[in-house]
Every structure is written in structure tokens, then in C-alpha cells.
């Protein structure tokens, strides 16, 4: 199967062009809504949420704009301890207020990164990573966090397949990352990963140590074929890998097939 290949260039542009248009689309999706809605499986409600957001994007903006500003270590469970300290220190939550501020930062993001290279290296709240992959970061984030809040109020969420593309840069990076010491341990597997229409890629696990690469190093033995979106909600950790399977978004086959529901569960969502 072959897939369209765009140039860095293109690329770079659609991503920018996607991190101002989510920001925008926040304005409308957080339109006149009750900010203490809670969202579902989550202890935030939705004007925490957006606050979340706001913080981040602003914090994001800044890393483009060359400024540094440390934010935990790196690891899943300080990154949620240092979000949890920032929520508290920003006690705005008017929607429609933060809603602004979550566009005003993704375009000043936009702005600052537009100029530049993209190879600019990056100390980024998940360690270092250049600024264009800290851009798929951003993008990604906000689709997270958009689709909580969406699914929250019932309302449309913005992620779609060609978004899901541009944020792999970053959840590629962020595999090695987030994998669960827990669940990974001994875990020995190479598995190819196939996005229908956006590509794929390898992900190798040598006695619980995770290797991403564009090819397999080895036959794989498992291969999963699986609709994008699913693949950013289950990556995400807002799908159940038994849910997308039942939805016929997933399918696998190989030398040990069976290993694929288990396969989102080898990592923390970031």
C-alpha cells in the first residue's frame, strides 16, 4: 500500500495552518456552555479543562518564542503533578474567556514558529524534541482535550484523519516515553502499524524496552490495520481497544495476532 507524500514544506504549513484553526474552533465549541460540566471519566470539568488549555498553549507559545520554562521532569506522573499545580494557580473559569486565550496563544504558537526551521531544538514538557515536533505536541494536546470537552457537552469534536497525520510526529516521539514499565515489563514484540490513508510505522519491544522506526527491524509479529482517528483516541486513552475492535476500526493479523488488544495498554497516555 503506498500513501501520499507531501513535502516537509507542505507539511510544516498544514501543521501551523491546523494549530491556528483548532485554537479558533475552541471560540465555538465553548460557546455559551455551562463550565461546570463534568467531563465523562475525568475529575475536570469543562472550564478546567479549557483552563488546562490556555495554559498550555501559552506555555507552548513561549517554548517557540525561545524563552524557557521548565514544567516537571519528563515523565507522565510529574507532568500530571505539574498540571494539577498550574490549574491552581489560574483561577479564571469563564469559557468564553479562556476560549479566547486558547486561540490568541495556538496563533502567537503560529506566529513564532513560522519564521523558523522547525529543526530548532526544543526542551519541551516531555524532554527535548525540535519545534516542529513540539508543533504535532501542541496540535495534539489540544485535540485531546477539545474531544474531552466535545463529548462532554455533546457537541462535534475537531479531530479528523488529516489532523490524526499531523500530530504523528509527536506520538511517535512520545511512544518510548509513555511506555508502561508496568505492563511492558519482559515484553519482547515487534509490531508494524499501519494508519488507513496516513502511513505507518514499526514499534519493537526488546524485553520491555520500546524502539520506534518507520520500518520493522525484523518480520513483524503482529500487524495492525486501523482507522486514524481510532488510532489517536485509543493512543490517547479516550477509546477502549475492545470498543474500536467492535466498530471494525481495527484489524491484525501476523505471526501472533492476539497481541493487538493488548497493545495500548503497553502505555501511559501522555
Known sequence: MTFPQHSPAATRTALLEAVTAVGDEAVALLADC?????????????????????????????LAAGEERP???????????????????????????LAEQIARQAGEFAAAAGPL???????????????DTLGAYLLTHMLAHLYDVAVALGRPHPIDRQRV????????????????ARTAAGHSAC?????????????TFTDGAVAVSQEPPRRPDCTILIEPVAFFLLALGRCSTAGAIARGKVLAWGRRPWLAPAFPGLFTAP
Open 117 to 131: 526551521t522547525g529543526a530548532e531544538p526544543m526542551l519541551t514538557p516531555l524532554g527535548p524534541m525540535d519545534l
Open 191 to 203: 509490531y508494524r502499524l499501519r494508519l488507513r490513508g496516513a502511513g505507518g510505522f514499526a514499534v
Open 34 to 62: 455551562r463550565g461546570d460540566t463534568r467531563i465523562p471519566n475525568a475529575t475536570w470539568t469543562v472550564a478546567e479543562a479549557a483552563a488546562h488549555l490556555a495554559m498550555a498553549n501559552e506555555l507552548m507559545a513561549a
Open 71 to 97: 514544567y516537571g521532569d519528563g515523565t507522565p506522573g510529574a507532568l500530571a503533578a505539574a498540571n494539577e499545580v498550574s490549574l491552581a494557580a489560574r483561577p479564571e473559569r469563564d469559557p468564553a474567556v
Open 165 to 180: 497525520g499531523l500530530t504523528m510526529p509527536f506520538l511517535r516521539t512520545a511512544m518510548p516515553l509513555v511506555a508502561d
